[in-house]
């Protein structure tokens, strides 16, 4: 089973940047996809954007442009720059795995979630 942990949340003002993290431990195969979701108060869980273990990515188009996922194998660890940001973007973000290859938008695809983050975008 691997065990995922988010940092990196916080306030930031519109138009600002923050960059999360998710390190993985426990059973941290390197073929894991790994991916970024988001849920908004009174809103469903929502993907963000999703990376294979040789660097594929996806991304929903609400962040194309202004979200970068990337990782580092060797630290077990995915990255999400987030530039421009906007108040809508405000939510708990959250790290997922799956240990499935491909590239994957559905919440039900990944058997393993943080705890999330909080990022607040004011305006």
């Known amino acids: 089973q691997v065990q995922l942990i988010e940092s990196g949340g916080g306030l930031v003002q519109a138009v600002g940047s923050l960059r999360l993290s998710c390190a993985a431990s426990g059973r941290t195969y390197s073929t894991y996809t790994k991916a970024w979701f988001r849920q908004a108060p009174r809103q469903a869980r929502e993907f963000v954007a999703a990376?294979?273990?040789?660097?594929?990515?996806d991304y929903a188009d609400s962040v194309k442009g202004r979200f970068t996922i990337s990782r580092d194998k060797a630290k077990n660890t995915v990255y999400l720059q987030m530039n421009s940001l906007k108040p809508e973007d405000t939510a708990v973000y959250y790290c997922?795995?799956?240990?499935?290859?491909?590239?994957?938008?559905?919440?039900?695809?990944?058997?393993?979630w943080g705890q999330g983050t909080q990022v607040t975008v004011s305006s």
């Open positions: 990376i294979t273990w040789n660097s594929s990515t």
């Open positions: 997922a795995a799956t240990i499935k290859t491909g590239l994957f938008r559905a919440r039900y695809s990944y058997e393993a």
